[in-house]
């Protein structure tokens, strides 16, 4: 597989992201860590019939341990810090902080082998993140009891996402079958977690049961799969910064859906994120010409 089709793969990832908030309006008044377990089971089902089809379950023997037990604490301890950082922050800050994660991406990468940080990487990420900045915070910021926690925790899953992603780059040789086992070890975890700490309620109806399934099936699933084949194969760069796309994308289908508002915000955060992505797109074409 050639590096730029798997930034390519790992791109459809972002686009799925796109529709994780319009999905998750639709799955109410499932509490977050119920649905996670049941949208992970279902993106370990995919893997499980993927790998059924394909190369058989022998291919997941030879994987240590050691890389499950680090896929499941990546996955699930990004999307505990998530949901618990949103139930205790305000949306705009911490939604901001959370999307640190690509700049991250970006930043740490530079210290992978084989890799090097260029100076219109740096100005591109910077300008895709002020872009996100000014859609996120568009809606204007408030604070209440427990935001600095909530806050601190955004900044936590921040890192953890970006941590899980890079450090994926350095298990090239990790089957993405792999992933198959995460998902469903995460569901495991998140179904005791939402035992312990939420009370259960199920979907009501069926746009809430469609919007689940369909997180489970993209989200929540699929994108998992094609970001591993993006973060280990393709340009970690240009993916980083094109996932500044995915707050704009987001913001784009909740005003088609009715659920935001178009203002002038959304245009110069759209060219500030486009702007940003063309640069980081031309450092990366700039290295594989030396």
Request: glycine share 14%; hydrophobic share 55%; aromatic share 10%.
């Amino acid at each position: 597989m050639t590096r730029r089709r798997a930034t390519l793969i790992g791109a459809t990832a972002i686009l799925m992201w796109s529709l994780l908030a319009v999905l998750t309006i639709g799955t109410a008044p499932v509490p977050p860590l119920q649905l996670n377990a049941i949208c992970f089971a279902l993106g370990g089902t995919i893997g499980l019939i993927w790998i059924g089809a394909g190369r058989g379950f022998g291919v997941l023997r030879s994987v240590d341990p050691r890389v499950y037990a680090f896929g499941t604490i990546g996955l699930f301890g990004y999307h505990f810090l998530y949901f618990t950082a949103f139930r205790l922050a305000p949306y705009a800050q911490t939604g901001l902080i959370a999307y640190l994660w690509p700049l991250f991406i970006v930043l740490f990468s530079g210290l992978l082998p084989g890799e090097s940080l260029r100076p219109l990487h740096l100005i591109g990420s910077g300008l895709a993140f002020a872009g996100a900045a000014v859609l996120v915070l568009g809606g204007g910021m408030s604070a209440g009891p427990g935001a600095a926690a909530g806050l601190g925790l955004a900044f936590l899953c921040a890192l953890t996402w970006a941590g899980y992603s890079v450090l994926s780059r350095g298990m090239g040789t990790v089957p993405t079958e792999a992933v198959t086992l995460f998902c469903l070890m995460t569901a495991a975890l998140s179904a005791a977690a939402h035992l312990a700490l939420e009370p259960t309620r199920w979907p009501n109806g069926l746009v809430a049961w469609s919007s689940v399934i369909a997180l489970g099936l993209g989200p929540v699933g699929l994108a998992f799969f094609t970001w591993d084949i993006g973060m280990k194969r393709g340009d970690i760069q240009m993916l980083g910064t094109l996932s500044y796309v995915a707050p704009l994308l987001s913001t784009l289908v909740l005003v088609l859906a009715g659920h935001a508002t178009a203002t002038p915000m959304l245009g110069l955060a759209a060219l500030a994120i486009t702007g940003g992505a063309a640069l980081a797109a031309r450092a990366g074409k700039e290295r594989a010409t030396v």
